[in-house]
C-alpha cells in the first residue's frame, strides 16, 4: 500500500505561480509512476502531467503543456508539480496517483494509488 497526501494548494491570482507537492509513505515510489490529476467543478477528472519511475520521462496535457512541470525526488518519496502561469481554468482539486503503467499514463484506471486532493483556486 501507498499513502499519497497532497499538499501546496491555495489561492492565487491568474498569471501566479504555486507548487504542489504530493508525499508518499508505505512504500518507496521509485517503482511507481507518478501522474497529477485535477477535477473541476462539475466536471469530470482530467489528466494534467505524469512522469515514470525515474523521472527521465514526463508528459502533459495539451491544456498545461508549457506551464506546468512535474518531477519527483525519488529519496524523498516525494512528488511535485511546478504550475505557472495560471489560469482560471486551471481551478480544481488536484490529485496526484501512483501507477505501474507508464504507456497508458493520461488513464485514470492505470493508477492504483490515489490522494485526497488539494484545491487550487484561480480566480477570474
Known amino acids: 500500500q501507498v499513502q499519497l497526501v497532497e499538499s501546496g494548494g491555495g489561492l492565487v491570482q491568474a498569471g501566479?505561480?504555486?507548487i504542489l507537492s504530493c508525499a508518499a509513505s508505505g512504500r518507496t515510489i521509485s517503482s511507481y509512476v507518478m501522474g497529477w490529476f485535477r477535477q473541476a467543478p462539475q466536471k469530470e477528472g482530467e489528466f494534467v502531467a505524469a512522469i515514470d519511475r525515474a523521472g527521465g520521462s514526463s508528459s502533459y496535457s495539451d491544456s498545461v503543456e508549457g506551464r506546468f512541470?512535474?518531477?519527483r525526488d525519488n529519496t524523498k518519496n516525494s512528488m511535485y508539480l511546478q504550475m505557472s502561469s495560471l489560469k482560471p481554468g486551471d481551478t480544481g482539486v488536484y490529485y496526484c496517483a501512483a501507477g505501474r503503467?507508464?504507456?497508458?499514463y493520461y488513464a485514470q484506471t492505470s493508477y492504483l494509488y490515489w490522494g485526497?486532493?488539494?484545491q487550487v483556486t484561480v480566480p477570474s
Not at 503503467?101 to 497508458?104: S, V
Open 69 to 71: 512541470t512535474i518531477s
Open 16 to 18: 501566479g505561480s504555486l
Open 116 to 118: 485526497q486532493g488539494t
Open 101 to 104: 503503467n507508464y504507456a497508458n
